[in-house]
């Protein structure tokens, strides 16, 4: 059984900093996609970033380009996003997602929330 777990959320200040992790348990991280999205309340889900593990490929909506960086540990089977300069408009629930090398998502987290204060 798969299991996607996030930790590192909570609340800071405006121009603070915050790594997630993404430790997964039943799933080999090792010719996967695994990607971070973000869930505002009342606005979509909306992709932050994504690596591609096989050849260590990355990608980054516009908004965090820059201050976050998305990297893995393949000993610890465990992705990470480091948020830097974090801003007001960054706070959401955080989730993270696993699957195909192609990016096509089949299994979620249930997220870790991130509060970034003015």
């Known amino acids: 059984q798969v299991h996607l777990v996030e930790s590192g959320g909570g609340s800071v200040q405006a121009g603070g900093s915050l790594r997630l992790s993404c430790a997964a348990s039943?799933?080999?991280?090792?010719?996967?996609?695994i990607g971070w999205f973000r869930q505002a309340p009342g606005k979509e889900r909306e992709v932050v970033a994504n690596i591609r593990i096989p050849d260590g490929t990355t990608s980054y909506t516009s908004a965090v380009k820059g201050r976050f960086t998305i990297s893995q540990d393949s000993a610890k089977n465990t992705v990470y996003l480091q948020m830097n300069s974090l801003k007001p408009e960054d706070t959401a629930m955080y989730f993270c997602a696993a699957g195909r090398w192609t990016c096509d998502f089949a299994y979620w987290g249930q997220g870790t929330q991130v509060t970034v204060s003015s």
């Open positions: 039943g799933y080999t991280l090792s010719n996967s996609c």
